[in-house]
């Protein structure tokens, strides 16, 4: 070192030496951050190395699973355990302790009918309405919605003009809140609503889109067909965006028809994709609530009252709430949503096997 | 140091724990309110005014939406929490749950004197108990738009005119004006129990359980759904909707999409403030049946509740905005009658509007409060009647959308009523 160069602060460092430091600091740095961790393991090892012990690697995973299963149980399966129990009692009492206990009459008197496929014959006559609405509203809601989120898919993964816009057009209503879209929706449907406005200077009669019970179900179908398109399309479109692309070069060369291409190549590779999309569109329609609700309000009549709704009327929106039958219809419906789940897990179980066999 | 950090950890705690129920600090007094039109802004000036005067009192007024206490207010109630006083029309259900004032009042007989009448409509069946006062009291009834019956050329029915007549001229307007439908009733039970004892109907037993659906139920039952289904009532009212769920047609009145609107006193703001010099429009009371012209009374009543950390301070409250001369301000502002006796009997309140229909139509309510017939004037003191208006409303309603005949309508409003009955511990 120089004689005249000041001991501290020193104006320069070899860049050596400066990497030195910097490392050195690190390094420090490490061990003040880690070295907290460090003890923590250090402390727990001995009783995890006993644990794995005495339950094998089993007992480990279950170990590390505790504090998210912890979490699950309270606020899923808790509540559905309480749930249950109130699906066992009467009366108008919040607490179970003041409830009174009825077995499964609940259930009983759900589903007490004559005739199944008229629920004009049963105690619960607007439960079973309400399954049937929800019933076919699955069937042609996931149905349309399908075909066209896959269309809509197909479209957009085309080589269009300002396509981040449209994919941007066809997502924006899924940002909307579902009140929100239902009111949106009864604005222009309802008798002096936006629609009417408009087809009546066209000469045509007004028509009164809520009130007419298949305009009604139409409607509801419709709307949240809107709403959630974008979600559904988005996930079709990853799909679709994952596809090779030298196979459709392959078939162009081989001059095979786009029907063919989309028969033959498109849709057997998107199937993955296509099956969560039908799994979670058919849970959600089966939940269908909201958007209908506000839409409809559940008529004309109970010609749009779904299941939810009818578990919110009965145990939350009447003057005179009957929690237990709710509940009991609430887990009748979970029933339905726990069937669903396992046909989705039977699908995607064998179509992994057939994977792993070709 | 250790002292100090366990009060600091105490104080937390309470604080946790405070934050945690809805109960208030000692010197607060958490009021829940809904408004139909202007009365949430009255209320919050008073009781600023009240707690000028006492500024040991920290009253917190929640103004939330009808439906926020219609359907969360009972949970709070059940689990020992929610507010100290609310306002409530479920009067008469959530009995078990309001808070004797009794022996918290400087003055009992007071409360006896001028809320005593309606006392029943909120306690317990055989109690005694204060448990707070009708912050109004209101009456169902009609409203013609008179601007386009006049158009039209045809005379408003008078005083005398049955349900018949008055379809009839609003149905002469109709055709004349174009407009949507003759007229419309809320979709409501509580709502056309009026008409129903006009015609005959009582729904409560000699051991005060629900009777059957009887004669004069089933009368203006069937006049109802045959005015539906000719397009004499909107149907979008009561068809558009499933289960108990209410819908005014307050706005399609407004709208003047129909001449004539059966609702009730509660209205008269709302027409007032949304309707301005549009058209005019009068308050037509109830019209006939075979059996009167009656309407229903009810209302709206402030109640203290049971569960409150601070029955003194709460009964100071109640004091004040149940003092005749608030009661008095109160009504003037908001337009709503009062179920003061005092300020009832001694007239002479200045309705706080310009609007050259409302001083007619507050007194037109007045002078049909005199027209109830004992199967109304029963109903608001019934427990009973939530369970009844519900069936109604969700059955009826489906006969109008065609899913139910009137007969098998009768039959599930009967079993629905039974079984509400039941699951509510019984009669």
Known sequence: MPASMPMWPRPWLPPAETEGIVAQLKQMAGAVVTAPLGWAARAIDPPLRLWQRLTGTGGMAAFFLLPNMAIFGVFVLLPLVINFAYSMTTGGALFLSDREYVGAAQYAQLLDCDDYTDPSTCAQDQFWTALANTALFVVLQVSLLIVTATITALILNRELRARSFWRAVFFFPVLLSPVVVGLIWRWILQRDGLLNAMIIPMGLDPVNWLIERNWAFAAAIGVTIWAHLGFYALILLAGLQAIPKDLYEAAEMDGTKPGRVFWRITLPLLMPNLLVVIVLALIRAVQVFDEAFVLTGGGPGTATLFLTQYIYEVGFASLLKNPGLAAAASILMGAVLVVLTLIQLAISRRNEKKGKLK | ?427
Request: hydrophobic letters at 45%.
């Open chain 2, 1 to 427: 140091m250790i002292p100090t950090m366990k009060r600091t950890m105490t104080a937390l705690a309470a604080l946790g724990f405070g934050m945690m129920t809805s109960a208030a600090w000692a010197g607060d007094v958490r009021v829940m309110w809904y408004s139909d039109g202007v009365e949430g802004e009255v209320i919050a000036d008073l009781l600023n005014r009240f707690m000028e005067q006492n500024p040991d009192i920290n009253v917190i007024l929640d103004n939330v939406a009808y439906k926020v206490v219609q359907e969360q207010l009972q949970i709070q109630l059940e689990a020992g929490t929610g507010p100290d006083i609310a306002r409530v029309t479920n009067l008469k259900a959530l009995a078990s749950h309001w808070l004797d004032l009794t022996p918290h009042l400087q003055d009992p007989a007071y409360w006896e004197a001028n809320f005593g009448d309606y006392a029943d409509w909120m306690r317990e069946d055989g109690s005694t108990a204060i448990n707070g006062f009708l912050t109004q009291l209101t009456l169902t009834g009609g409203f013609a738009n008179k601007t386009l019956f006049e158009q039209a050329g045809v005379a408003i029915p008078g005083d005398d005119a049955t349900w018949d007549d008055w379809i009839a001229a609003a149905s002469e307007v109709q055709a004349s004006q174009q407009t949507a439908a003759a007229f419309a009733i809320d979709r409501s039970g509580h709502r056309i129990s009026g008409p129903n004892a006009s015609y005959g109907a009582n729904y409560i037993g000699p051991d005060r359980a629900p009777l059957p659906v009887d004669a004069g139920t089933k009368a203006f039952a069937e006049k109802l759904v045959a005015w539906t289904n000719d397009g004499k009532m909107l149907k979008d009212t009561w068809v558009s909707a499933s289960g108990s769920t209410y819908r005014a047609a307050a706005d399609d009145f407004i709208n003047a999409a129909i001449p004539f609107y059966y609702s009730g006193s509660w209205q008269v703001a709302n027409l007032s403030t949304k309707i301005g010099d549009g058209f005019d429009w009068v308050a037509t009371g109830s019209p006939c049946g075979t059996a009167g012209c009656s309407g229903l009374g009810g209302g709206a009543g402030l109640v203290a509740i049971k569960y409150t950390q601070n029955p003194e301070d709460v009964a100071k409250v109640m004091e004040y905005l149940g003092s005749a001369a608030v009661v008095k301000e109160f009504s003037e502002r908001t337009l709503f009658l009062p179920a003061h006796k005092g300020v009832a009997s001694a007239g002479g309140l200045a309705w706080a509007s310009e609007d050259p229909n409302v001083g007619p139509a507050l007194d037109k309510f007045v002078e049909a409060s005199g027209d109830i017939v004992p199967a109304a004037a029963a109903l608001p003191a019934w427990k009973w009647g939530s369970a009844y208006y519900g069936a109604l409303a969700n059955r009826i309603s489906q006969v109008m959308a065609g899913e139910l005949t009137l007969d098998d309508a009768y039959a599930r409003i009967d079993a629905d009523v039974a079984e509400a009955v039941a699951a509510a511990g019984g009669n």
